[in-house]
């Protein structure tokens, strides 16, 4: 399977801890995105690598959210001290920059009790 | 501030009928429009997209049309099949800018047998 793997796809966790989730977007996209969907939204933009190069974050992505690309592979997205509001499916897509549509993983689905 | 703005909200079709899902945009500059299909429990998977400079694209059963004065676009689904049971989004780019995706709020389909 050669798609966007992202990892976990659930994670439930208490309010105020920190969460990671990793995306592996397709090996020879050099842009990786990650978005935010909640139930019955469409996804909001939050960040985009090109390479290992964070180009964009929106004002959505608060202090407490930071996302790193090493070596241009591999995303991870942290939040820390989670909140209720952090409940969301968080989506990683991958494409291989202009001109090119998207490849969206599966998500994960983030619940904070 | 909603830039991409999607009706209806849910579409019920029987078998074999059209689907019409409509989008329409304000931002002038937005030069990429695709629309993506969601099942539940995965990511977005691109369907078909347009460039404003054409009026209209076809793929198998699926057509975009444009029509770039009325800042409008949409997507007819021919021959719907409960298959296409789906929630679907339209979106919009700017490709100089990252090609980061607003997306509208999504249609819930439903192809009745």
């Known amino acids: 399977d050669t798609g966007v793997s992202q990892d976990p796809r659930h994670k439930i966790t208490k309010r105020g801890q920190n969460v990671t989730f990793r995306c592996d977007p397709i090996?020879?996209?050099?842009?990786l995105y990650w978005y935010r969907q909640t139930l019955g939204q469409g996804p909001e933009f939050l960040t985009y690598f090109q390479n290992e190069a964070q180009l964009e974050k929106s004002r959505l992505l608060s202090d407490r959210f930071s996302a790193e690309r090493p070596k241009g592979s591999f995303s991870t997205l942290e939040i820390q001290r989670t909140e209720q509001g952090d409940s969301a499916m968080y989506l990683c897509?991958?494409?291989?920059?202009?001109?090119?549509?998207?490849?969206f993983g599966s998500g994960t689905r983030l619940t904070v009790v | 501030q909603q830039q991409v703005k999607q009706s209806p909200q849910s579409l019920i079709v029987q078998k074999g009928g059209i689907s019409i899902i409509n989008c329409a945009y304000e931002n002038t500059a937005f030069d990429y429009f695709p629309w993506y299909q969601q099942f539940p429990g995965k990511g977005p998977a691109l369907l078909i997209a347009i460039r404003p400079d054409v009026s209209e694209k076809k793929e198998g059963r699926f057509t975009i049309s444009f029509n770039k004065s009325a800042k409008q676009f949409s997507l007819h689904i021919m021959d719907s099949q409960p298959g296409d049971s789906a929630t679907y989004f339209c979106?919009?780019?700017?490709?100089?800018?990252?090609?980061?995706?607003?997306f509208g709020e999504g249609t819930q389909l439903t192809v009745n047998p």
């Open positions: 090996s020879e996209h050099n842009r």
């Open positions: 979106a919009a780019s700017l490709e100089a800018s990252g090609s980061r995706l607003t």
């Open positions: 897509a991958s494409s291989l920059g202009l001109g090119f549509g998207y490849t």
